[in-house]
Protein backbone atom coordinates (compact mmCIF):
# COMPACT_ATOMS: atom_id res chain seq x y z
CA UNK A 1 0.00 0.00 0.00
CA UNK A 2 3.02 2.16 0.37
CA UNK A 3 4.29 2.15 -3.22
CA UNK A 4 1.33 4.05 -4.96
CA UNK A 5 1.13 6.88 -2.57
CA UNK A 6 4.89 7.54 -2.75
CA UNK A 7 5.20 7.49 -6.35
CA UNK A 8 3.47 10.89 -7.27
CA UNK A 9 6.19 12.50 -4.70
CA UNK A 10 8.94 10.65 -6.62
CA UNK A 11 7.95 10.98 -10.15
CA UNK A 12 7.02 14.82 -9.43
CA UNK A 13 10.38 15.33 -8.19
CA UNK A 14 12.44 13.60 -10.84
CA UNK A 15 11.96 16.29 -13.55
CA UNK A 16 13.22 19.26 -11.57
CA UNK A 17 16.53 18.06 -11.25
CA UNK A 18 16.83 14.94 -14.29
CA UNK A 19 20.68 14.93 -14.52
CA UNK A 20 22.30 16.50 -12.04
CA UNK A 21 24.32 14.41 -10.02
CA UNK A 22 24.14 15.59 -6.51
CA UNK A 23 20.53 15.45 -6.21
CA UNK A 24 20.68 12.06 -7.92
CA UNK A 25 22.82 10.84 -5.24
CA UNK A 26 20.54 12.18 -2.43
CA UNK A 27 17.77 10.27 -3.63
CA UNK A 28 20.17 6.92 -4.93
CA UNK A 29 17.49 4.69 -3.49
CA UNK A 30 13.81 6.17 -4.41
CA UNK A 31 14.93 7.43 -7.46
CA UNK A 32 16.88 3.78 -8.79
CA UNK A 33 13.26 2.36 -8.00
CA UNK A 34 11.11 4.52 -10.00
CA UNK A 35 13.45 4.06 -12.66
CA UNK A 36 13.63 0.26 -12.43
CA UNK A 37 9.93 0.37 -12.67
CA UNK A 38 9.35 3.02 -15.22
CA UNK A 39 11.66 0.24 -17.67
CA UNK A 40 9.74 -2.88 -15.83
CA UNK A 41 6.42 -0.85 -17.10
CA UNK A 42 8.22 0.19 -20.52
CA UNK A 43 9.09 -3.50 -20.72
CA UNK A 44 5.44 -4.81 -19.98
CA UNK A 45 3.71 -2.56 -22.14
CA UNK A 46 5.94 -3.73 -25.03
CA UNK A 47 5.60 -7.32 -24.36
CA UNK A 48 2.00 -6.73 -24.22
CA UNK A 49 1.49 -4.93 -27.35
CA UNK A 50 3.49 -7.89 -29.02
CA UNK A 51 1.58 -10.57 -27.27
CA UNK A 52 -1.81 -9.34 -26.51
CA UNK A 53 -3.30 -8.69 -30.19
CA UNK A 54 -2.12 -12.72 -31.24
CA UNK A 55 -3.99 -14.11 -27.65
CA UNK A 56 -6.97 -11.92 -28.62
CA UNK A 57 -7.23 -13.20 -32.48
CA UNK A 58 -6.51 -16.33 -31.41
CA UNK A 59 -9.44 -16.69 -28.49
CA UNK A 60 -11.91 -14.85 -30.90
CA UNK A 61 -10.87 -17.77 -33.81
CA UNK A 62 -11.03 -20.17 -31.26
CA UNK A 63 -14.52 -18.84 -29.95
CA UNK A 64 -16.02 -18.93 -34.01
CA UNK A 65 -14.50 -22.58 -34.74
CA UNK A 66 -16.49 -23.61 -31.05
CA UNK A 67 -19.64 -21.90 -32.33
CA UNK A 68 -19.35 -23.27 -35.70
CA UNK A 69 -18.28 -27.10 -34.83
CA UNK A 70 -20.86 -27.13 -31.88
CA UNK A 71 -24.23 -27.75 -33.50
CA UNK A 72 -24.90 -31.55 -34.04
CA UNK A 73 -23.88 -32.71 -37.23
CA UNK A 74 -20.72 -30.77 -37.68
CA UNK A 75 -18.17 -32.72 -39.31
CA UNK A 76 -15.28 -31.27 -37.38
CA UNK A 77 -14.64 -31.71 -33.81
CA UNK A 78 -15.35 -28.21 -31.79
CA UNK A 79 -11.49 -26.90 -29.79
CA UNK A 80 -13.24 -28.13 -26.59
CA UNK A 81 -13.85 -31.94 -28.09
CA UNK A 82 -10.09 -31.89 -29.32
CA UNK A 83 -9.49 -30.52 -25.77
CA UNK A 84 -11.65 -33.20 -24.13
CA UNK A 85 -10.51 -36.25 -26.42
CA UNK A 86 -6.59 -35.06 -26.97
CA UNK A 87 -5.68 -33.65 -23.72
CA UNK A 88 -2.94 -36.13 -22.87
CA UNK A 89 -1.16 -35.30 -26.22
CA UNK A 90 -1.46 -31.93 -25.88
CA UNK A 91 -0.68 -31.45 -21.92
CA UNK A 92 2.21 -34.09 -22.10
CA UNK A 93 4.61 -34.11 -25.22
CA UNK A 94 6.99 -35.93 -24.05
CA UNK A 95 5.72 -39.38 -23.13
CA UNK A 96 6.08 -43.11 -23.94
CA UNK A 97 3.53 -45.40 -23.21
CA UNK A 98 4.77 -48.14 -25.90
CA UNK A 99 6.67 -48.74 -29.02
CA UNK A 100 3.92 -46.75 -31.37
CA UNK A 101 2.44 -44.70 -28.71
CA UNK A 102 4.33 -41.99 -28.21
CA UNK A 103 4.49 -38.01 -27.40
CA UNK A 104 4.07 -35.52 -29.96
CA UNK A 105 7.08 -33.89 -28.92
CA UNK A 106 9.64 -37.25 -29.46
CA UNK A 107 7.67 -37.30 -33.12
CA UNK A 108 8.63 -33.99 -33.62
CA UNK A 109 11.87 -34.36 -32.47
CA UNK A 110 12.43 -37.83 -34.91
CA UNK A 111 11.23 -35.50 -37.51
CA UNK A 112 13.56 -32.71 -37.14
CA UNK A 113 16.44 -35.54 -36.94
CA UNK A 114 15.26 -36.12 -40.78
CA UNK A 115 14.96 -32.60 -41.54
CA UNK A 116 18.46 -31.75 -40.01
CA UNK A 117 20.28 -34.32 -41.95
CA UNK A 118 18.30 -33.66 -45.41
CA UNK A 119 18.68 -29.79 -44.81
CA UNK A 120 22.06 -30.09 -43.86
CA UNK A 121 22.86 -31.97 -47.05
CA UNK A 122 20.94 -29.45 -48.97
CA UNK A 123 22.39 -26.43 -47.39
CA UNK A 124 26.15 -27.54 -48.18
CA UNK A 125 25.66 -28.68 -51.48
CA UNK A 126 23.63 -25.75 -52.44
CA UNK A 127 26.08 -23.00 -50.83
CA UNK A 128 29.17 -25.37 -52.71
CA UNK A 129 27.38 -25.34 -56.15
CA UNK A 130 25.76 -22.04 -56.18
CA UNK A 131 29.29 -20.70 -55.69
CA UNK A 132 30.45 -22.24 -58.04
CA UNK A 133 27.55 -21.73 -60.60
CA UNK A 134 27.62 -17.83 -59.63
CA UNK A 135 31.06 -17.56 -60.50
CA UNK A 136 30.32 -18.81 -64.54
CA UNK A 137 28.62 -17.01 -66.72
CA UNK A 138 27.97 -20.02 -68.85
CA UNK A 139 27.40 -22.45 -65.62
CA UNK A 140 24.42 -19.89 -65.30
CA UNK A 141 23.00 -19.86 -68.47
CA UNK A 142 23.23 -23.59 -68.70
CA UNK A 143 22.12 -24.43 -65.35
CA UNK A 144 19.49 -21.65 -64.33
CA UNK A 145 16.84 -22.53 -66.61
CA UNK A 146 16.65 -26.26 -65.56
CA UNK A 147 16.63 -25.71 -61.78
CA UNK A 148 13.95 -23.16 -62.57
CA UNK A 149 11.76 -26.24 -63.88
CA UNK A 150 13.35 -28.26 -61.20
CA UNK A 151 12.47 -26.55 -58.34
CA UNK A 152 8.89 -26.83 -59.37
CA UNK A 153 7.99 -30.12 -58.63
CA UNK A 154 6.46 -31.20 -55.74
CA UNK A 155 8.18 -33.18 -53.07
CA UNK A 156 5.90 -35.78 -53.27
CA UNK A 157 6.71 -36.76 -57.13
CA UNK A 158 10.22 -37.27 -56.24
CA UNK A 159 9.43 -39.95 -53.56
CA UNK A 160 8.70 -42.68 -55.91
CA UNK A 161 11.92 -42.51 -57.47
CA UNK A 162 13.33 -42.02 -54.37
CA UNK A 163 11.94 -45.40 -52.94
CA UNK A 164 13.27 -47.03 -56.16
CA UNK A 165 16.74 -45.58 -55.43
CA UNK A 166 17.16 -45.83 -51.77
CA UNK A 167 14.50 -49.03 -51.62
CA UNK A 168 14.59 -48.25 -47.97
CA UNK A 169 11.94 -45.35 -46.36
CA UNK A 170 14.57 -43.70 -44.07
CA UNK A 171 16.94 -42.22 -46.88
CA UNK A 172 14.09 -41.51 -49.23
CA UNK A 173 12.53 -39.47 -46.29
CA UNK A 174 16.03 -37.29 -46.25
CA UNK A 175 16.70 -37.30 -50.33
CA UNK A 176 12.89 -35.53 -50.53
CA UNK A 177 13.84 -33.07 -47.69
CA UNK A 178 17.42 -32.62 -50.00
CA UNK A 179 15.44 -32.52 -52.92
CA UNK A 180 13.12 -30.18 -52.07
CA UNK A 181 15.18 -27.41 -49.75
CA UNK A 182 18.44 -27.37 -52.48
CA UNK A 183 17.05 -25.40 -55.21
CA UNK A 184 16.47 -22.19 -53.49
CA UNK A 185 19.90 -22.39 -51.52
CA UNK A 186 21.44 -23.31 -54.95
CA UNK A 187 20.00 -20.51 -56.65
CA UNK A 188 20.12 -17.24 -54.62
CA UNK A 189 23.47 -18.27 -53.68
CA UNK A 190 24.84 -18.03 -57.48
CA UNK A 191 22.98 -14.42 -57.45
CA UNK A 192 24.32 -13.43 -54.48
CA UNK A 193 27.79 -14.33 -55.82
CA UNK A 194 26.85 -12.79 -58.84
CA UNK A 195 26.21 -9.37 -57.71
CA UNK A 196 29.34 -9.14 -55.59
CA UNK A 197 29.85 -5.55 -56.34
CA UNK A 198 32.32 -4.21 -58.77
CA UNK A 199 33.81 -1.99 -55.73
CA UNK A 200 34.65 -5.23 -53.59
CA UNK A 201 36.17 -6.89 -57.32
CA UNK A 202 38.32 -4.16 -57.79
CA UNK A 203 39.58 -3.73 -54.04
CA UNK A 204 40.28 -7.48 -53.89
CA UNK A 205 42.27 -7.09 -57.12
CA UNK A 206 44.09 -4.05 -56.44
CA UNK A 207 45.02 -6.04 -53.12
CA UNK A 208 45.62 -8.91 -55.21
CA UNK A 209 43.70 -11.24 -52.87
CA UNK A 210 44.23 -15.14 -53.95
CA UNK A 211 41.19 -17.06 -54.87
CA UNK A 212 40.98 -18.80 -51.32
CA UNK A 213 41.19 -15.21 -49.63
CA UNK A 214 38.93 -13.91 -52.27
CA UNK A 215 36.15 -16.48 -51.68
CA UNK A 216 36.50 -16.53 -47.93
CA UNK A 217 36.85 -12.82 -47.41
CA UNK A 218 34.87 -11.11 -49.87
CA UNK A 219 32.62 -13.67 -51.87
CA UNK A 220 31.13 -15.60 -48.67
CA UNK A 221 30.10 -12.90 -46.78
CA UNK A 222 29.53 -9.96 -49.38
CA UNK A 223 26.55 -13.18 -50.98
CA UNK A 224 25.96 -13.83 -47.04
CA UNK A 225 22.23 -12.22 -47.20
CA UNK A 226 21.25 -14.24 -50.34
CA UNK A 227 22.58 -17.42 -49.21
CA UNK A 228 19.99 -16.76 -46.03
CA UNK A 229 17.64 -15.66 -47.95
CA UNK A 230 18.25 -19.15 -49.47
CA UNK A 231 18.37 -20.81 -46.21
CA UNK A 232 15.46 -19.87 -45.15
CA UNK A 233 12.97 -20.62 -48.02
CA UNK A 234 15.06 -24.10 -47.66
CA UNK A 235 13.82 -24.73 -44.08
CA UNK A 236 10.73 -23.86 -44.70
CA UNK A 237 10.17 -25.84 -47.61
CA UNK A 238 11.99 -28.66 -46.18
CA UNK A 239 9.32 -28.57 -43.00
CA UNK A 240 6.61 -28.80 -45.49
CA UNK A 241 8.34 -31.70 -47.44
CA UNK A 242 8.89 -33.67 -44.06
CA UNK A 243 4.99 -34.10 -43.51
CA UNK A 244 4.23 -35.08 -46.56
CA UNK A 245 6.80 -37.73 -47.04
CA UNK A 246 6.58 -39.18 -43.73
CA UNK A 247 2.48 -40.12 -44.32
CA UNK A 248 3.68 -42.23 -47.46
CA UNK A 249 6.77 -44.01 -45.89
CA UNK A 250 5.76 -44.90 -42.42
CA UNK A 251 7.73 -44.70 -39.64
CA UNK A 252 7.54 -42.61 -36.60
CA UNK A 253 7.61 -39.15 -37.37
CA UNK A 254 4.66 -36.29 -37.23
CA UNK A 255 3.88 -36.89 -40.57
CA UNK A 256 2.87 -40.81 -40.41
CA UNK A 257 1.03 -39.77 -37.15
CA UNK A 258 -1.61 -37.49 -39.17
CA UNK A 259 -1.93 -40.40 -41.67
CA UNK A 260 -2.50 -42.52 -38.78
CA UNK A 261 -4.89 -40.75 -36.50
CA UNK A 262 -6.58 -40.39 -39.92
CA UNK A 263 -6.87 -44.24 -40.11
CA UNK A 264 -8.16 -44.79 -37.13
CA UNK A 265 -10.49 -41.72 -37.60
CA UNK A 266 -8.98 -39.92 -34.24
CA UNK A 267 -9.46 -36.05 -35.75
CA UNK A 268 -9.00 -34.65 -32.44
CA UNK A 269 -5.43 -35.81 -32.59
CA UNK A 270 -4.60 -34.43 -36.35
CA UNK A 271 -5.77 -30.70 -35.03
CA UNK A 272 -2.83 -31.12 -32.17
CA UNK A 273 -0.13 -32.09 -34.65
CA UNK A 274 -0.96 -29.34 -37.46
CA UNK A 275 -0.67 -26.87 -34.37
CA UNK A 276 2.60 -28.14 -33.26
CA UNK A 277 3.91 -28.77 -37.14
CA UNK A 278 2.96 -25.21 -37.50
CA UNK A 279 4.62 -24.40 -34.01
CA UNK A 280 8.16 -25.70 -34.70
CA UNK A 281 7.98 -24.46 -38.85
CA UNK A 282 7.66 -21.00 -37.39
CA UNK A 283 10.49 -21.66 -34.76
CA UNK A 284 12.70 -23.02 -37.62
CA UNK A 285 11.64 -20.27 -39.48
CA UNK A 286 12.62 -17.56 -36.68
CA UNK A 287 16.32 -19.58 -35.78
CA UNK A 288 16.87 -19.25 -39.42
CA UNK A 289 16.51 -15.56 -39.81
CA UNK A 290 17.89 -14.98 -36.51
CA UNK A 291 21.69 -16.69 -37.59
CA UNK A 292 21.17 -14.43 -40.59
CA UNK A 293 20.26 -11.63 -38.69
CA UNK A 294 23.85 -12.10 -36.25
CA UNK A 295 26.15 -13.18 -39.55
CA UNK A 296 25.11 -10.51 -41.89
CA UNK A 297 24.36 -7.72 -39.40
CA UNK A 298 26.61 -4.44 -41.28
CA UNK A 299 26.68 -6.91 -45.06
CA UNK A 300 23.03 -4.90 -46.09
CA UNK A 301 23.57 -1.85 -44.61
CA UNK A 302 26.83 0.25 -47.08
CA UNK B 1 65.82 10.37 -69.36
CA UNK B 2 63.66 8.31 -67.27
CA UNK B 3 60.13 8.92 -65.96
CA UNK B 4 59.03 7.78 -62.85
CA UNK B 5 55.34 6.78 -64.39
CA UNK B 6 55.19 7.00 -67.87
CA UNK B 7 51.72 6.41 -69.37
CA UNK B 8 53.03 5.99 -73.07
CA UNK B 9 50.85 6.55 -76.07
CA UNK B 10 47.57 4.70 -74.46
CA UNK B 11 44.69 4.90 -76.36
CA UNK B 12 41.24 2.78 -75.47
CA UNK B 13 38.65 1.58 -77.70
CA UNK B 14 35.87 0.04 -76.26
CA UNK B 15 34.03 -2.62 -78.60
CA UNK B 16 30.21 -3.65 -78.06
CA UNK B 17 28.90 -5.91 -80.82
CA UNK B 18 30.01 -4.15 -83.80
CA UNK B 19 30.22 -0.83 -82.88
CA UNK B 20 33.12 0.22 -81.07
CA UNK B 21 33.96 3.37 -79.30
CA UNK B 22 37.53 4.99 -79.14
CA UNK B 23 37.38 6.87 -75.49
CA UNK B 24 41.14 8.19 -75.18
CA UNK B 25 43.53 8.64 -78.08
CA UNK B 26 47.21 9.12 -77.48
CA UNK B 27 47.23 9.94 -74.41
CA UNK B 28 51.38 10.47 -73.08
CA UNK B 29 52.12 11.94 -69.87
CA UNK B 30 54.86 11.31 -67.46
CA UNK B 31 54.93 11.87 -64.15
CA UNK B 32 57.54 12.43 -61.68
CA UNK B 33 58.02 10.94 -57.89
CA UNK B 34 56.59 12.83 -55.09
CA UNK B 35 54.48 15.42 -57.83
CA UNK B 36 50.94 15.67 -57.33
CA UNK B 37 49.24 15.46 -60.66
CA UNK B 38 45.07 16.29 -61.17
CA UNK B 39 43.18 15.17 -63.86
CA UNK B 40 40.34 17.15 -65.25
CA UNK B 41 37.74 17.48 -67.62
CA UNK B 42 33.54 17.03 -68.54
CA UNK B 43 32.32 14.15 -67.26
CA UNK B 44 32.40 10.79 -69.96
CA UNK B 45 35.77 12.41 -70.82
CA UNK B 46 37.49 9.04 -70.21
CA UNK B 47 39.62 10.60 -67.03
CA UNK B 48 37.68 7.40 -65.18
CA UNK B 49 39.35 5.42 -67.51
CA UNK B 50 42.26 6.83 -67.72
CA UNK B 51 43.39 6.06 -64.03
CA UNK B 52 41.62 2.42 -63.98
CA UNK B 53 44.22 1.67 -67.08
CA UNK B 54 47.08 2.92 -64.73
CA UNK B 55 45.47 1.01 -61.73
CA UNK B 56 45.03 -1.73 -63.93
CA UNK B 57 41.37 -2.46 -63.62
CA UNK B 58 41.06 -1.82 -67.12
CA UNK B 59 43.93 -2.37 -70.12
CA UNK B 60 44.93 -0.10 -72.37
CA UNK B 61 44.19 -0.85 -76.45
CA UNK B 62 47.39 0.10 -77.19
CA UNK B 63 50.51 1.97 -75.40
CA UNK B 64 50.88 1.16 -71.46
CA UNK B 65 52.01 2.28 -68.46
CA UNK B 66 55.40 2.13 -66.98
CA UNK B 67 56.35 2.58 -63.69
CA UNK B 68 59.53 2.66 -61.90
CA UNK B 69 61.08 0.94 -65.36
CA UNK B 70 58.44 -1.85 -65.29
CA UNK B 71 55.38 -2.12 -67.55
CA UNK B 72 52.22 -2.57 -65.18
CA UNK B 73 49.41 -4.56 -67.03
CA UNK B 74 47.50 -5.95 -63.76
CA UNK B 75 46.02 -4.39 -60.97
CA UNK B 76 48.70 -4.14 -57.70
CA UNK B 77 49.25 -2.36 -54.53
CA UNK B 78 52.21 -0.68 -55.42
CA UNK B 79 49.22 1.84 -57.30
CA UNK B 80 46.53 2.00 -54.50
CA UNK B 81 43.38 3.66 -55.53
CA UNK B 82 41.29 5.09 -53.50
CA UNK B 83 37.61 4.93 -55.19
CA UNK B 84 34.78 7.54 -55.35
CA UNK B 85 32.11 5.46 -53.44
CA UNK B 86 35.02 4.36 -50.74
CA UNK B 87 34.81 0.89 -51.37
CA UNK B 88 35.40 0.01 -47.89
CA UNK B 89 33.56 -3.58 -46.85
CA UNK B 90 30.93 -3.08 -45.21
CA UNK B 91 31.11 -6.25 -43.01
CA UNK B 92 34.82 -5.16 -41.88
CA UNK B 93 35.57 -2.88 -38.57
CA UNK B 94 37.47 0.18 -40.14
CA UNK B 95 40.80 -1.18 -38.47
CA UNK B 96 39.79 -4.47 -40.21
CA UNK B 97 39.59 -2.95 -43.32
CA UNK B 98 42.59 -1.16 -43.33
CA UNK B 99 44.28 -4.30 -41.92
CA UNK B 100 43.04 -6.32 -44.27
CA UNK B 101 45.35 -4.54 -47.00
CA UNK B 102 48.20 -4.35 -44.68
CA UNK B 103 48.42 -7.95 -44.00
CA UNK B 104 47.88 -8.83 -47.95
CA UNK B 105 50.72 -6.24 -48.35
CA UNK B 106 53.20 -7.05 -45.67
CA UNK B 107 52.28 -10.08 -44.06
CA UNK B 108 55.63 -11.22 -45.09
CA UNK B 109 57.76 -8.31 -44.03
CA UNK B 110 56.33 -7.76 -40.92
CA UNK B 111 55.17 -9.53 -37.70
CA UNK B 112 52.03 -9.14 -36.63
CA UNK B 113 52.83 -6.58 -33.73
CA UNK B 114 54.03 -4.51 -36.33
CA UNK B 115 51.24 -4.37 -39.10
CA UNK B 116 49.16 -4.02 -35.92
CA UNK B 117 50.85 -0.53 -35.38
CA UNK B 118 51.32 0.10 -39.08
CA UNK B 119 47.46 -0.24 -39.16
CA UNK B 120 46.75 1.78 -36.11
CA UNK B 121 49.91 4.81 -37.65
CA UNK B 122 48.08 5.14 -41.33
CA UNK B 123 44.17 5.46 -39.44
CA UNK B 124 46.56 7.86 -37.09
CA UNK B 125 47.13 9.78 -40.31
CA UNK B 126 43.97 10.36 -41.20
CA UNK B 127 42.44 10.88 -37.25
CA UNK B 128 40.41 7.85 -37.37
CA UNK B 129 41.82 5.83 -34.50
CA UNK B 130 38.87 6.98 -32.31
CA UNK B 131 36.43 5.11 -34.63
CA UNK B 132 38.91 1.64 -35.28
CA UNK B 133 36.11 -0.57 -34.61
CA UNK B 134 33.38 1.01 -35.97
CA UNK B 135 31.71 -0.69 -39.22
CA UNK B 136 31.95 1.70 -42.36
CA UNK B 137 28.07 2.19 -42.18
CA UNK B 138 28.61 3.79 -38.51
CA UNK B 139 30.71 6.29 -40.13
CA UNK B 140 29.81 9.27 -42.08
CA UNK B 141 30.91 9.70 -45.77
CA UNK B 142 34.45 11.77 -45.13
CA UNK B 143 34.76 9.46 -42.60
CA UNK B 144 34.99 6.03 -44.98
CA UNK B 145 36.92 8.14 -47.76
CA UNK B 146 39.15 9.14 -44.91
CA UNK B 147 39.22 5.44 -43.86
CA UNK B 148 39.84 4.71 -47.81
CA UNK B 149 42.89 7.15 -47.85
CA UNK B 150 44.32 5.23 -44.83
CA UNK B 151 43.88 1.82 -46.56
CA UNK B 152 45.52 3.40 -49.32
CA UNK B 153 48.25 5.02 -47.87
CA UNK B 154 49.14 1.69 -45.62
CA UNK B 155 49.92 -0.47 -48.69
CA UNK B 156 52.55 1.94 -49.21
CA UNK B 157 52.20 2.20 -52.91
CA UNK B 158 54.76 3.78 -55.98
CA UNK B 159 51.76 6.23 -57.02
CA UNK B 160 48.42 6.86 -55.30
CA UNK B 161 45.08 6.96 -57.48
CA UNK B 162 42.46 8.90 -56.24
CA UNK B 163 39.35 8.89 -58.32
CA UNK B 164 37.25 11.88 -57.68
CA UNK B 165 37.54 10.99 -53.86
CA UNK B 166 35.62 14.06 -52.48
CA UNK B 167 32.72 14.15 -55.16
CA UNK B 168 30.33 12.86 -52.83
CA UNK B 169 31.34 15.02 -50.11
CA UNK B 170 29.53 18.11 -49.09
CA UNK B 171 31.51 20.99 -49.47
CA UNK B 172 32.56 21.45 -45.66
CA UNK B 173 33.73 18.08 -45.44
CA UNK B 174 35.26 18.22 -49.19
CA UNK B 175 37.64 20.78 -48.09
CA UNK B 176 38.51 19.11 -44.24
CA UNK B 177 39.37 16.23 -46.32
CA UNK B 178 41.38 18.42 -48.96
CA UNK B 179 43.58 19.99 -46.58
CA UNK B 180 44.25 16.37 -44.85
CA UNK B 181 45.59 15.06 -48.35
CA UNK B 182 47.25 18.25 -48.86
CA UNK B 183 48.76 17.81 -45.42
CA UNK B 184 49.72 14.15 -46.10
CA UNK B 185 51.39 14.41 -49.44
CA UNK B 186 53.59 17.07 -48.08
CA UNK B 187 54.53 15.35 -44.91
CA UNK B 188 54.93 11.81 -47.09
CA UNK B 189 55.70 12.52 -49.97
CA UNK B 190 53.70 10.36 -52.01
CA UNK B 191 53.24 10.64 -56.11
CA UNK B 192 49.42 11.24 -56.32
CA UNK B 193 47.39 10.96 -59.40
CA UNK B 194 43.81 12.49 -58.95
CA UNK B 195 40.96 12.52 -60.71
CA UNK B 196 38.53 15.29 -60.42
CA UNK B 197 35.98 17.56 -61.89
CA UNK B 198 36.32 20.76 -59.40
CA UNK B 199 38.48 23.42 -60.96
CA UNK B 200 39.27 24.93 -57.64
CA UNK B 201 40.67 21.41 -56.06
CA UNK B 202 42.76 21.12 -59.21
CA UNK B 203 44.49 24.02 -58.43
CA UNK B 204 44.60 23.83 -54.44
CA UNK B 205 45.87 20.53 -54.32
CA UNK B 206 48.45 20.12 -58.06
CA UNK B 207 51.56 20.84 -59.53
CA UNK B 208 50.28 20.08 -63.00
CA UNK B 209 46.87 20.21 -64.01
CA UNK B 210 46.26 18.08 -67.21
CA UNK B 211 42.75 19.38 -69.06
CA UNK B 212 41.31 16.84 -71.33
CA UNK B 213 39.34 17.49 -74.21
CA UNK B 214 36.09 16.21 -74.75
CA UNK B 215 35.06 12.81 -76.05
CA UNK B 216 34.95 10.54 -77.49
CA UNK B 217 38.66 10.54 -78.57
CA UNK B 218 39.25 12.64 -75.74
CA UNK B 219 43.12 13.55 -75.32
CA UNK B 220 45.16 15.84 -73.33
CA UNK B 221 44.32 19.15 -74.10
CA UNK B 222 46.33 21.48 -72.21
CA UNK B 223 48.81 21.01 -69.26
CA UNK B 224 49.20 23.86 -66.84
CA UNK B 225 51.74 24.02 -64.33
CA UNK B 226 50.45 25.27 -60.84
CA UNK B 227 53.35 27.20 -59.59
CA UNK B 228 52.42 28.41 -55.90
CA UNK B 229 54.43 27.22 -53.12
CA UNK B 230 54.15 24.72 -50.23
CA UNK B 231 52.41 24.30 -47.76
CA UNK B 232 49.69 26.35 -49.56
CA UNK B 233 46.73 28.01 -47.31
CA UNK B 234 43.59 27.55 -48.45
CA UNK B 235 42.53 30.80 -47.68
CA UNK B 236 45.36 32.93 -48.06
CA UNK B 237 45.32 31.23 -52.27
CA UNK B 238 42.02 33.21 -52.38
CA UNK B 239 43.29 36.15 -53.08
CA UNK B 240 46.74 35.11 -54.95
CA UNK B 241 47.07 36.65 -57.96
CA UNK B 242 48.98 33.02 -59.23
CA UNK B 243 45.98 30.57 -57.61
CA UNK B 244 43.48 33.13 -59.99
CA UNK B 245 45.59 32.77 -62.62
CA UNK B 246 45.69 29.04 -63.06
CA UNK B 247 41.64 28.95 -62.28
CA UNK B 248 40.79 31.39 -64.88
CA UNK B 249 43.34 28.91 -67.71
CA UNK B 250 41.65 25.83 -66.24
CA UNK B 251 37.72 27.52 -66.56
CA UNK B 252 38.31 29.29 -69.76
CA UNK B 253 39.97 25.48 -71.11
CA UNK B 254 36.85 23.95 -69.57
CA UNK B 255 33.70 26.27 -70.43
CA UNK B 256 35.16 28.02 -73.87
CA UNK B 257 37.44 25.93 -75.80
CA UNK B 258 35.92 22.46 -74.77
CA UNK B 259 32.61 23.37 -73.66
CA UNK B 260 30.81 20.27 -72.75
CA UNK B 261 28.19 18.71 -75.22
CA UNK B 262 25.40 18.01 -74.09
CA UNK B 263 25.29 14.53 -75.61
CA UNK B 264 22.54 11.72 -75.57
Given at each position: ??????????????????????AA??V???????????????????????????????A??????????????????????????????????F??A???????????L???????????F???????LG???????????????????????????W???????????Q??????????????????????????????????????????????????????P??F?????????????????????????????????????????????????????????????????????????? | ?????????VD???????????V????T????????????????C?????????????????????????????????????F???????????????????????????????????????????????????????????????????????????????????????????A????????????????????????????????????????????????????????R?????????T???????V????????R?????
Amino acid sequence: MNMPAAKPDISASIPSSPTSPPAAKIVTMPRKQTAMNARVSATLGKIAAAVLPPLVMTALLLTAWQLLCMRSGATLPPPSKIWTEARDLIVNPFFVAGPQDIGLGWRVLISLQRVAIGYGFAALFGIALGTLIGQSVWAMRGLDPIFQVLRTISPLAWLPISLAAFRDSQPSAIFVIFITSVWPIIINTAVGIRNIPQDYRNVAAVLRLNHFEFFWKIMIPSAAPYIFTGLRIGIGLSWLAIVAAEMLTGGVGIGFFIWDAWNSSRLPDIFVALAYIGIVGFVLDRIVAGVASIVTRGTSAN
Amino acid sequence: MTHYCKIDHVDKVFTRGSTSTCVLKEITLDIEKGEYVSIIGHSGCGKSTLLNIVAGLTRATIGGIILEGHEVNEPGPDRAVVFQNHSLLPWLTVYDNVRLAVDKVFGRSKSRAERDAWTLHNLNLVQMTHAKDKRPSEISGGMKQRVGLARALAMEPKILLLDEPFGALDALTRAHLQDTVMGLHQKLGNTVMMITHDVDEAVLLSDRIIMMTNGPAARIGEILSVPIARPRKRLELVTDPTFLKCRQRVLEFLYERHRFVEAA
